[in-house]
């Protein structure tokens, strides 16, 4: 493969990090090669970096009001108040408690998702002794999920729109 960059020198730009040359994987992704050493033109020097294809910032600005809209209908619907609660990732609810994190897990699994789905999003309250997970069906349907720690126990609800 070295020998396929080799010959692929599209591009020889000198930056902070070197030269660097644009190249195609076997598999058709775009790839950069920069050598650490901006003398070297020996491949072994080289280090390769997957370009990522740049994201819209309108697309990802659109993304975050359809996913705080989906979270103001849920929250409407199932009828519960989100004001001392803060969007969390997994990883804190494992870090917190790890019996609590698979309860969570199996709730906000996105192998349980299909098309149109919204990913599961995690509300945990101030006090760290009650969180939501909600999610947002294809069909419209908002479901909160609700875990609350009473005696030491975790107690799982799930809250359906009303009416």
Request: net charge negative; glycine share 6%.
């Amino acid at each position: 493969m070295l020998k396929e960059i080799a010959v692929l020198r599209l591009l020889g730009v000198i930056l902070a990090t070197g030269p660097v040359y644009a190249a195609m994987t076997s598999s058709g992704s775009p790839v950069a090669i920069s050598s650490a050493d901006s003398s070297s033109d020996n491949p072994v020097d080289w280090k390769m970096v997957e370009k990522k294809p740049e994201m819209n910032v309108e697309m990802l600005k659109q993304l975050d009001a359809d996913e705080a809209q989906a979270v103001r209908i849920i929250a409407y619907d199932t009828g519960i108040d989100l004001s001392e609660y803060k969007a969390v990732k997994k990883t804190l609810i494992f870090q917190m408690d790890r019996a609590l994190f698979e309860e969570v897990q199996a709730v906000a699994n996105i192998k349980n998702l299909k098309g149109g789905d919204m990913i599961p999003i995690i509300y945990l309250h101030d006090s760290h002794e009650k969180l939501y997970v909600l999610e947002k069906k294809h069909s419209g349907e908002g479901i909160a999920t609700a875990f609350v720690l009473k005696d030491g126990k975790w107690e799982k609800t799930r809250i359906e729109a009303k009416g």
